[in-house]
C-alpha cells in the first residue's frame, strides 16, 4: 500500500511564508508526477502546482511567482509558498501516480495526502 504523509501546515500573516513537504512509503517502483492541489471551505479540491518525473513544473496562475514545487531523488515533494495571501487559505493535499510491480505486473495508481490545513490571516 503506497501511503503520503504531509507536513508543515500551519498559520501564518499575510505576506509570510511557508514549506510544505510530503514524504511517500510502501513498495513502490516508481513515482511518475507529483502535485499539490487544495480545498477551501465550500470549494472543491483544486489543483495548485505539479512536477513530472524530470522536473518539470506547471503552477496555477493565481500562485505563480509566489509558489515553488520540488522533489528529490527520494521522491519527498515541496510546496514552498512565500507572499502568502488570506485567500492560499485552504487544507492542501499531496497527490502521487505510482507504479508497483506485482508478481511481474505493473500496476498504476494514485495517491493523496492527509491533508494539512494553512492558514493566512492577520
Known amino acids: 500500500q503506497v501511503q503520503l504523509v504531509e507536513s508543515g501546515g500551519g498559520s501564518v500573516q499575510p505576506g509570510g511564508s511557508l514549506i510544505l513537504s510530503c514524504a511517500s512509503s510502501?513498495?513502490?517502483?516508481?513515482?511518475?508526477?507529483m502535485a499539490w492541489h487544495r480545498q477551501a471551505p465550500g470549494e472543491e479540491r483544486k489543483l495548485v502546482a505539479r512536477?513530472?518525473?524530470?522536473?518539470?513544473t506547471h503552477y496555477i496562475d493565481s500562485v505563480k511567482d509566489r509558489f515553488t514545487v520540488s522533489r528529490d531523488i527520494n521522491n519527498v515533494v515541496y510546496l514552498r509558498m512565500n507572499s502568502l495571501k488570506p485567500e492560499d487559505t485552504a487544507v492542501y493535499y499531496c497527490e502521487a501516480d505510482y507504479r508497483l510491480l506485482v508478481h511481474g505486473t505493473f500496476t498504476v495508481g494514485r495517491a493523496w495526502g492527509q491533508g494539512t490545513q494553512i492558514t493566512v490571516s492577520s
Open positions: 510502501g513498495d513502490i517502483f516508481s513515482i511518475n508526477d
Open positions: 512536477i513530472t518525473s524530470d522536473g518539470t
